[in-house]
């Protein structure tokens, strides 16, 4: 396989990626979740947005080789090593509201912090053996510690 076809295979990878994630967020903010102030307030707007700038953005500069983004910005293969490690990391945060009379969660939020690495050995030209963790912290507001969390997984992939 050419170095190109795998730029042009990340970018597809990557188009899918954000147009699932994207309409999901239209979604989401159309039914007020998570856009500050109710439905369809302009902040959400905005960040819709800008989301759907970056789901055409990030397969543009990976589809093919662009002289004036890496002369003056990266390379391709550099762009696309920062753009897997942001994909590794991320950050959540989660506003409660609830309906139920003295619910402790009522009015409250929880930060989430995660990351997680995959590693990949090529045992033969058809089979790759895998090794992963991730990692994460979850910190609630009314209570007093943080629970971590780990998950380990490895794995065998074939081609047949």
Known sequence: MLTADRFRDAARAYLI???????????????????????????????????????????????????WFERWVLSRRDFARILSLLMAFHYERNDWTSGIEGDVRNGSHEDIFQGEATFTYRMTGRVRFYAGVQRS??????????????????????LF
């Open 17 to 67: 990626y954000g147009i699932v994630y994207w309409i999901g967020g239209v979604y989401l903010a159309w039914h007020g979740v998570g856009v500050r102030g109710g439905r369809m307030m302009q902040a959400g707007v905005l960040w819709i947005v800008l989301g759907l700038g970056i789901v055409i953005a990030v397969p543009y500069l990976l589809a093919r080789r662009r002289a």
């Open 137 to 158: 912290s979850r910190k609630q507001s009314f209570e007093e510690g943080i629970a971590k969390n780990t998950n380990v997984g490895i794995g065998l992939s074939g």
